[in-house]
């Protein structure tokens, strides 16, 4: 009943990179890090993010390479965790892991007094050897990261740290990159559960090519 | 260990929405568009969405009272659907539904060639009295609904229209803004599962006040 014409899906996906490419111009990225940048912009339209990524300390080359060891992903939410593709990780034998709804997370953060994110962080580190995390959302869960890290209590293969918004953003993304350790860090204020989706999503392609 | 000045949790969303409306300045939006607005910026940093956003067909009043009757809010994806409060969902008596997964879905969109967005569409809408649909990804979806709609075989209670993306998008969604139903589309390339978790979020918040 539609009367424009649609593009088969199996070809949307080719076709979208192909007007990315085309839109991006003269614009060249080091060659690891294009998959990444583009996929990223696949999944917002959002161009900033050609300018705003940052790669970290060897941050493609470590991530690929844990994933290909099967290694976990941690998310600091619940969308980040979905949107995360479930095929590829299987193929992988990596897997993907939230504690933002465990228990002894909401309980602790609570007694604490400090946030959900930042809590489920502090967990997911007790066992992580050779770990990802990937935050889109919580700049305390990447300040509580990087506390952990200065502590020698963590040594993560790679921090995707793409929080969104207005408040504490900027600054705990800013700290975050004076660290020592592989991460994919998109600049200033944007980011989001999507965009740290986007990346886990593109080093996984990387990884299983 | 931080040394930044961080902002207390139950602080923050309250600043960011202040920091939103101090960028925005002299822009003004109707009174009961405004607080889906400032959360789409909120969710993606992106001020585009203070031009973008297209309401249509009473279409705030429609979403908030479909709620308050406790309706299901149907997505297109996982992401759009972990997205979605589920707290403030149970407080109105509403669910949530995704049929992206469901067997069924896969095998006759296999059949059909279709896209599974799209065939997940069609067997929500045979049970979606007084439904809300919220599509964050796949423009194939928004044009079944629009296939259904036209057929008369679904009346929404509103239609949530912000796929993202290079290919059909933005025909999808013109195509979608000549139809007599109440929606809200942002208009052109952007949107996402968080776009679309974000407006049903918003219109939550309207809900229970």
Same mark, same amino acid.
């Given at each position: 009943?539609?009367?424009?014409t649609?593009?088969?899906?199996?070809r =949307?996906?080719?076709?979208s990179?192909?007007?990315?490419?085309?839109?991006?111009?003269n614009?060249t990225?080091?060659?690891?890090?294009?998959? =990444?940048?583009?996929?990223?912009?696949?999944?917002?339209?959002?161009?900033?993010?050609?300018?705003?990524?940052?790669?970290?300390?060897?941050?493609?080359?470590?991530?690929?390479?844990?994933?290909?060891?099967?290694?976990?992903?941690?998310?600091?939410?619940?969308?980040?965790?979905?949107?995360?593709?479930?095929?590829?990780?299987?193929?992988?034998?990596?897997?993907?892991?939230?504690?933002?709804?465990?228990?002894?997370?909401?309980?602790?953060?609570?007694?604490?007094? *400090?946030?959900?994110?930042?809590?489920?962080?502090?967990?997911?580190?007790?066992?992580?050897?050779?770990?990802?995390f990937?935050?889109?959302?919580?700049?305390?869960?990447?300040?509580?990261?990087?506390?952990?890290?200065?502590?020698?209590?963590?040594?993560?293969?790679?921090? *995707?740290?793409?929080?969104?918004?207005?408040?504490? *953003?900027?600054?705990?993304?800013?700290?975050?990159?004076?660290?020592?350790?592989?991460? =994919?860090?998109?600049?200033?204020?944007?980011?989001g559960?999507? *965009?740290?989706?986007?990346?886990?999503?593109?080093?996984?392609?990387?990884?299983?090519?």
């Amino acid at each position: 009943m539609t009367e424009i014409t649609i593009i088969e899906p199996a070809r =949307i996906e080719a076709r979208s990179f192909e007007i990315i490419t085309e839109i991006l111009g003269n614009k060249t990225f080091p060659a690891e890090q294009q998959g =990444i940048i583009k996929r990223v912009i696949h999944t917002s339209a959002d161009f900033d993010y050609a300018d705003n990524l940052v790669f970290g300390h060897n941050a493609v080359k470590s991530g690929v390479a844990a994933l290909k060891a099967g290694c976990t992903v941690v998310t600091d939410t619940r969308m980040a965790f979905a949107g995360i593709n479930q095929k590829n990780l299987s193929k992988l034998g990596a897997a993907k892991a939230c504690f933002i709804d465990d228990p002894q997370v909401m309980e602790q953060a609570k007694a604490g007094g *400090v946030t959900r994110a930042a809590m489920a962080m502090e967990l997911a580190a007790r066992d992580a050897k050779n770990s990802i995390f990937a935050i889109g959302n919580a700049p305390t869960a990447l300040l509580m990261l990087r506390d952990l890290i200065l502590a020698g209590k963590l040594s993560p293969a790679l921090v *995707v740290g793409v929080p969104v918004g207005f408040v504490n *953003v900027v600054e705990a993304k800013e700290l975050f990159m004076e660290l020592n350790v592989p991460y =994919i860090v998109a600049k200033g204020r944007k980011g989001g559960s999507n *965009v740290a989706a986007a990346i886990i999503n593109a080093l996984m392609l990387e990884a299983l090519k």
